[in-house]
């Protein structure tokens, strides 16, 4: 369900007089539950298995590490939701068609069945038979080990079983290919089927989120959740579900134990968060797709001045989808009440490339740091070991983004700019010339810009998927050919002035949204509460016209959807 | 084993529920919205789409429906009226002055052709023609409509609805259409207002790529004679691009090419040619030219849907023309458009191929 539809105003509507009308703590947790499943499943119902295993394998893990008898939810109603789950998932194989024939308003095509032939059944039946089994055997396996084996054991187990969810789904198929290509590179031909899985939406965003919850508890940061059904809202929790920010149990779980309620100021603040959210992404993200897409179709032959042109209209048009997303889901949580940290910073405006790590995805890259950097030993090993815990922090941070080989090269790009970084630092520090000049104006400017060339270079790696292209686009952003070829590129047939016009406001009202906020440290969004209702008035009045003119008639999905 | 301590903050205690202040403050917010809304549908239902129009691709479809009501076909005695009817090949392809003149006498001959045409627009086309009163209705078709019926563009979609093209076609539906498009295509006023809302845009972006791309084809909306507009000639690299393009489209088309039964091109032919025979104008489909450099591809698929057609047409009398192979490289100004020379060629053939008008005013089962 994307954040844009009238599906969701529906279902938002539904939970917000749920909240309102209904005072008692358990009943709003089932029901924003209920509606977490529902936001989830409408993509696919099926994949609601994965959240439902994620959140018992972790409840379960987080209560055995500190050896709780207090659970809340007996073994069997866990076991159950699981199998009805999984009977979900491995005997309807049709329920794609049968879901979109049903979201369409009339039934599927005759003939389409919807429960799997018996040959397709065994398989799934197997498997069931597997998790009723597994299941409660590892429990109480572990549970008789002494205290640091059973809680290293169920840290591990859950995190076995989350990353193995992630990599049979996200990564299976790409390592599959990388090895059978690897392999006939050398001369052997492998033959190995391709799996037909769809990825779940949003799988690397919580999985993410669940295995924190558990490490938290091992590292004794957080109090085990006695309470399944908190859990499952925990990890399920609808307005930031797919694309984030990654939740800490720490920023969500104290929220749950008291009513949830709605309060004029916090739905006002709320509403004029997810108008500039919304605005993001169909005004300024979604109309400056098309064109992003015809240049970097077909890459090859574009001249330097359209390869950049490329790169910066990706770099608004990702972060307007991204940030766009992220305003949204806080706006919406805000009005529940729970507030969920930011994702962004205005990270363009970044004099550095650690600053941008510092103000981009704040939530995955606060994650990479806590549960594997500082892990992995962080900077406190020698320094070349410092070089390479950063590296393979940044490698797998690509690697999280896409099972594909640019996001692993994208990764280790910006590792090895913040190892540069770093390296410079050490340099300068010592230099207090160097230093004193780095914060006067133009050396601050310098170093924007030069900050600016390294990402928008790094926009390319992440875009261009195909490495014949990559290189080309590579060579022309670094060799300008002083070229400007904008009608030979074929941009005529991307709507070029939506795109340029939609880039152009979006430069102007973040630049002055930037210097608001450094005066006042409020953004838009909040600055509007404050002022008097006939400007306000005003304003949603013209933005009632903007999106009226200005929506694409197709909505685009959000593109971290896709990780 | 004692559980280790908890790390959760106090959350901060919440006042709870108000809904009066809640309500009041969604009602503030929906109020100016819904005025934005009120006054931005105003202004593009009687201030932007009656100023700037229609987007151009789609003006041709409207003015030809404005043309017919407004008596295009008001017949001189002894002549009958004969329409081509195709997409940008027959807009590129065919001067209506030159088939007239090669004709036998006694015809008057106009192009309906318009960019884009596929099976269902041509269709709903010829539905209208003939009951407009044309006598002779020439399809010039691309081998590759002989796949399923292409969907329609939305905004061709609304702009058929405008025409009023769709009125009173039982057909139309499935397996032709969906209930989506079938809905589109019966739209009103405002909803044909509301789906080009983002029409000042499209505005501006056409004036844009006009500026940045050369050989935009936008075919005079009113001209039902001599439309073509095509003003450049590809050759070269582009030329093996477009080339290209057009053989993939064409293997594309191949996919369904051979189907048989509901839904498929061959059934959606037959039902038109049928429905044809009950009619009292002529139904006649002349297979268009492709470019020799696409032969290897193309022959084979031509003499499959002249082996189709043929005996439809003696079974329906819809009468069948083949120009697969008429033209040379030379006539052509890209891979798919003929140009000044083949146009001449092409319309000659036409014209050449029509039959006397005495032949086609008896009904066709009659004959």
């Not at chain 1, 987080?62 to 199998?83: C, E, F, N, P, W």
């Not at chain 1, 009608?487 to 979006?506: I, K, N, Q, S, W």
């Not at chain 1, 210097?515 to 440290?521: A, D, K, N, Q, S």
């Not at chain 2, 499209?202 to 004679?225: F, K, S």
């Amino acid at each position: 369900m994307l954040f844009q539809t009238v599906e969701f105003l529906i279902l938002l509507i539904v939970v917000l007089v749920a909240i309102m009308a209904i005072r008692r703590r358990r009943w709003q947790h089932s029901i924003l539950t209920a509606a977490s499943f529902v936001f989830y499943g409408w993509w696919d119902v099926r994949f609601l298995l994965l959240i439902m295993l994620s959140s018992v394998v972790d409840y379960s893990a987080a209560l055995g590490i500190v050896k709780s008898r207090r659970m809340t939810v007996k073994r069997r109603t866990m076991l159950g939701m699981l199998l009805v789950g999984a009977a979900v998932f491995f005997l309807l194989p049709n329920w794609p068609e049968w879901q979109a024939a049903l979201k369409a308003g009339h039934m599927p095509a005759p003939g389409t069945p919807w429960i799997a032939q018996w040959s397709g059944a065994f398989p799934a039946i197997g498997l069931m038979l597997a998790i009723a089994v597994l299941g409660p055997l590892t429990y109480a396996l572990w549970d008789r080990l002494p205290d640091a084996k059973r809680r290293k054991a169920f840290l591990y187990t859950s995190i076995v079983v989350n990353l193995g969810v992630l990599a049979f789904f996200k990564y299976f198929n790409f390592f599959v290919d990388s090895a059978t290509g690897m392999a006939g590179a050398v001369g052997w031909n492998i033959s190995v089927t391709a799996l037909e899985v769809a990825l779940p939406v949003g799988i690397s965003f919580y999985t993410f989120q669940t295995m924190s919850y558990t490490v938290d508890v091992y590292r004794g940061q957080i109090r085990p959740e006695r309470s399944l059904l908190r859990l499952a809202l925990y990890v399920a929790y609808f307005p930031q579900l797919v694309a984030g920010p990654i939740l800490r149990p720490s920023q969500f779980l104290p929220s749950l134990k008291q009513p949830w309620a709605l309060r004029a100021d916090r739905v006002r603040s709320g509403c004029h968060l997810a108008l500039q959210g919304l605005a993001k992404k169909v005004l300024i993200a979604d109309n400056i797709a098309p064109l992003v897409d015809v240049i970097f179709a077909h890459p090859q032959g574009q001249s330097s001045v359209v390869i950049m042109l490329g790169s910066m209209l990706f770099a608004i048009q990702i972060y307007c989808d991204f940030s766009g997303y992220t305003d949204i889901a806080r706006a919406i949580s805000r009005m529940f009440g729970v507030e969920i940290p930011i994702n962004f910073n205005f990270p363009y405006f970044s004099t550095s490339i650690t600053q941008f790590w510092r103000r981009w995805h704040i939530s995955l890259s606060s994650w990479l740091r806590d549960y594997l950097y500082i892990p992995l030993g962080g900077s406190r090993v020698s320094v070349p070991m410092t070089y390479v815990n950063l590296m393979i922090t940044m490698l797998l941070g690509g690697l999280w983004h896409g099972a594909s080989w640019n996001f692993v090269v994208w990764g280790g790009y910006q590792g090895g700019l913040l190892a540069a970084h770093k390296l410079l630092l050490n340099v300068t520090d010592r230099s207090s010339s160097l230093k004193r000049w780095a914060t006067t104006w133009w050396g601050t400017a310098l170093r924007w810009a030069f900050t600016t060339w390294l990402w928008l270079l790094g926009w390319l790696i992440f875009r261009v998927t195909d490495f014949g292209d990559l290189w080309y686009c590579i060579k022309k952003f670094i060799f300008f050919d002083a070229v400007l070829g904008l009608g030979a590129a074929g941009l005529g047939r991307g709507d070029p002035f939506t795109a340029a016009g939609a880039a152009a406001v979006f430069c102007v009202l973040h630049g002055i949204d930037y210097l608001l906020f450094c005066r006042t440290g409020k953004i838009y969004a909040n600055a509007l509460c404050t002022v008097p209702y006939p400007v306000r008035a005003t304003v949603y009045a013209g933005a009632a016209v903007a999106f009226f003119f200005g929506w694409p008639s197709t909505n685009g999905a959000f593109i971290y959807f896709q990780f | 084993m004692p559980e280790p301590p908890t790390h959760h903050p106090r959350p901060e205690n919440d006042p709870g529920a108000s809904v009066g202040p809640v309500l009041l403050e969604l009602a503030r917010l929906a109020a100016p919205v819904l005025i934005g809304l009120a006054a931005a549908v105003a202004a593009q239902h009687w201030f932007v789409l009656p100023r700037l129009g229609f987007p151009a691709e789609v003006r041709r479809p409207i003015a030809m429906s404005e043309s017919l009501d407004a008596g295009l076909f008001n017949k001189q005695t002894n002549t009958a009226v004969a329409v081509i009817i195709s997409n940008s090949a027959g807009v590129e392809g065919v001067d209506a002055n030159i088939v007239q003149q090669a004709a036998p006498e006694g015809w008057q001959v106009f192009n309906f052709s318009s960019n884009g045409t596929n099976q269902l627009e041509t269709r709903m086309l010829a539905d209208t023609l003939a009951d407009a009163g044309a006598d002779l209705v020439i399809w010039l078709m691309r081998p590759d409509m002989l796949e399923s019926p292409r969907d329609m563009h939305a905004d061709v979609t609304h702009a058929w609805a405008k025409g009023g093209f769709a009125q009173d076609r039982d057909w139309l539906g499935a397996p032709w259409v969906d209930n989506q498009t079938l809905q589109a295509l019966s739209s009103g006023p405002w909803e044909t207002s509301m789906h080009f809302r983002r029409r000042w845009l499209d505005e501006l972006n056409y004036t844009m790529r006009r500026r940045m791309r050369q050989g935009i084809r936008t075919p005079a909306a009113n001209d039902w004679v001599a439309p073509f507009n095509l003003e450049i000639e590809l050759d070269g690299e582009r030329l093996d691009r477009h080339l290209s393009e057009i053989a993939s489209q064409m293997d594309a088309a191949l996919e369904s090419f051979n189907a048989t039964g509901e839904g498929t091109g061959r059934s959606f032919i037959t039902d038109m040619a049928d429905d044809f025979a009950q009619r009292p104008a002529t139904l006649g489909i002349i297979i268009a030219p492709t470019h020799p450099a696409l032969s290897d591809q193309f022959t084979p698929v031509e003499a499959a849907v002249h082996n189709f057609l043929v005996p439809l047409g003696h079974r329906t009398g819809v009468l069948i023309g083949n120009a697969g192979g008429l033209l040379h490289a030379h006539h052509y100004a890209d891979a798919i458009h003929p140009d000044a020379a083949g146009r001449e060629t092409l319309s000659h053939w036409i014209g050449k191929w029509m039959p006397a008008p005495a032949s086609v005013h008896t009904h066709p089962t009659d004959r």
